[in-house]
């Protein structure tokens, strides 16, 4: 969920607008990511629902874990999307485990797949949100990483002239 909802809530950097990404030229937004247990009816053919929502997917974001790597849900599913030609559009993120024992067997086809690692002392959310990102967009990592340490360093002076604006007033007070 929280992956989700950092994909769908980013802001891509204007800089990066218009340029030509992976997928085409870089929009203003990502577009809406679907997850089925949150947008599936009850009572539909799930089987023909996955394979509708990955028809209109442009990358396919795989969540890697043992028991990711042992469902053949997981694995016909990335199957079904490799059919499509989007094989290079697979993006693992590793919850757990490594990689060998949490990439599904569809992942494990001699390609060196780079994945986002959100194990802890890994990448870890922040920085692997980051490479998720930076995979949708078709941009560089570093790009993205440049432009949260601006943002970040801008909150930071926001915030102590906030501190430094109420310090003033209670003075005057």
């Not at 599936?40 to 874990?65: H, P, Q, T």
Request: proline content about 4%; aromatic content about 6%; overall charge positive.
């Amino acid at each position: 969920r929280w992956l989700h909802r950092r994909v769908e809530r980013y802001r891509v950097p204007s800089q990066l607008v218009g340029l030509q990404g992976a997928d085409g030229p870089v929009s203003r937004r990502l577009r809406a990511v679907f997850r089925d247990r949150e947008e599936f009816a009850a009572g539909g053919d799930l089987k023909a629902e996955i394979e509708e929502a990955l028809s209109r997917s442009s990358a396919l974001i795989v969540l890697c874990s043992p028991r990711a790597a042992a469902s053949s849900y997981v694995q016909s599913e990335i199957a079904y999307f490799q059919s499509l030609g989007r094989g290079s559009r697979i993006i693992p993120v590793i919850l757990a485990g490594e990689p060998a024992e949490s990439f599904p067997p569809a992942l494990r086809d001699g390609q060196d797949r780079l994945g986002a690692d959100f194990r802890k002392g890994r990448d870890e959310r922040e920085n692997g949100s980051l490479k998720v990102l930076a995979g949708l967009l078709g941009v560089g990592l570093d790009t993205l990483v440049q432009r949260e340490r601006r943002a970040q360093r801008w909150r930071m002076r926001a915030a102590v002239a906030m501190a430094a604006l109420f310090a003033a007033l209670a003075i005057a007070a």
